[in-house]
């Protein structure tokens, strides 16, 4: 339930208070003795949903837009008409005004928003690298990403467009500053003892999961926008939701600030795309169900305004997702293919050097390195590979061992290769 307050102006009081009187609102009415333009103050209980139809019969019997008005929200009720109105104002949606509060609300000034999303990220990246969900869950306990989500479709919804504009602009400036935290982060840590020696972020199994990511992602991101929506338009679950909603988008985004830390632009740009696509998904999921449940501007005329950016908007967002999925699965798997042909490339020629026919010549391999980048899968160029082996200074060595590298490589792996061999001299004592 909700409990209404408002100012009557003078010589509006029988009009309004039969508009109460038709709706059968019980009501308690007082002399206004403050200012010169209004004549009583009127306070009735009201449905969630039945505020904003009723605000609005008032409006027409006199009521000033935009004057004094408060909406509580009482723990008791007790009223001759209450299940009356409960009847007639089923559901549980809030009023339009209570929406815009909210979103209002969940929008904090841009000190505490960012002081947050900087905590958040900080936390975030240390669970990513220790590969630790809980830790990575703790951090989205913190970050104030629901809000901004909320605000600008709010914003867009109602006409309001400093409320919209103020939305978008938290979400970007949030997201850049959580990839360039988790960037600056990454760089203070990398050769520090905290870490192992010579760690691929790459085999970080929480890492991995947001550098090769399905369309399942996708619907992830959906749902958290909806659940969001719901949750503030019907006052439950808020706080959990929004962990929700940052899981979508922190994690991925200090991904990326450790694949710029890391030098990996592949695991950089997967994790970006992973990140903006979450954040447009979750902005039409809300933008399209505050619009379906019938959130429209307060003045008649800006309602054909605000259908037209909606569905632009909409629009726009959608061809967005889909343009990106389909660079987000391009990249993903052609940085997956590169990482698994490494990783064969380097495990072949171990085992090559291994077998007795070069161990027996005092072979030893001493270094292997594999330059494929993701691009070049994609346009199928040669994969490049150097390898480095050690010989006794007395032994000589094949002369086509790139050859029986390549050729070996090439029947494995089935793809075209480009060798380079150095030759290491060693001496050993008797």
Request: charged share 15%; net charge negative; glycine share 6%.
């Amino acid at each position: 339930m909700r409990l209404v307050q408002v100012l009557i102006p003078v010589g509006k009081r029988e009009s309004v208070l039969a508009v109460l009187d038709k709706e059968q609102i019980d009501y308690a009415v007082w002399d206004e003795t403050g200012r010169g333009d209004f004549e009583a103050l009127v306070q009735f209980p009201i449905p969630p949903i039945g505020v904003e139809p009723v605000l609005e019969k008032l409006r027409d019997a006199g009521v000033i837009k935009g004057v004094y008005t408060i909406v509580l929200s009482p723990e008791t009720v007790i009223s001759e008409h209450i299940e009356v109105l409960k009847r007639r104002y089923s559901g549980e949606r809030i009023s339009r005004e209570e929406l815009v509060a909210r979103a209002q609300h969940l929008a904090p000034a841009a000190s505490t928003y960012f002081a947050f999303l900087i905590l958040s990220t900080i936390i975030a990246t240390a669970g990513l690298l220790l590969d630790s969900a809980a830790t990575i869950i703790g951090a989205m306990v913190v970050a104030p990403l629901m809000g901004p989500a909320i605000t600008a479709s709010v914003g867009t919804v109602v006409d309001d467009r400093k409320l919209a504009s103020r939305g978008v602009l938290l979400q970007v400036t949030g997201l850049l500053l959580a990839i360039a935290v988790s960037a600056l982060l990454g760089f203070l840590i990398k050769e520090s003892f905290f870490l192992p020696p010579g760690l691929d972020i790459r085999d970080v199994p929480q890492i991995a999961e947001r550098i090769s990511p399905n369309f399942l992602y996708v619907l992830l991101a959906l749902g958290s926008g909806l659940a969001g929506a719901i949750s503030v338009m019907r006052n439950v679950g808020s706080a959990l939701v929004g962990v929700a909603i940052a899981i979508a988008l922190i994690p991925p985004a200090a991904t990326s600030g450790l694949g710029l830390a890391w030098g990996l632009p592949e695991v950089a740009l997967a994790a970006a795309l992973l990140a903006v696509i979450n954040m447009l998904a979750i902005n039409v999921s809300t933008l399209v169900l505050f619009w379906l449940a019938g959130f429209r501007p307060l003045e008649s005329s800006a309602i054909d305004h605000a259908r037209y950016a909606v569905i632009s908007r909409s629009a726009v967002l959608f061809s967005a997702i889909a343009v990106l999925s389909v660079i987000l699965i391009l990249t993903s798997f052609a940085s997956f293919q590169a990482y698994i042909i490494e990783q064969q490339v380097n495990e072949e020629v171990t085992t090559m050097f291994e077998e007795p026919v070069y161990t027996d010549m005092g072979l030893t391999l001493a270094e292997v390195t594999v330059n494929y980048e993701p691009a070049y899968f994609l346009f199928e160029e040669p994969v490049s590979v150097d390898v480095v082996v050690a010989h006794p200074a007395a032994q000589e060595v094949p002369q086509d061992i790139a050859i029986q590298i390549d050729n070996r490589l090439t029947r494995v792996i089935d793809k075209d290769f480009r060798v380079n061999v150095g030759f290491i001299e060693t001496q050993q004592t008797a």
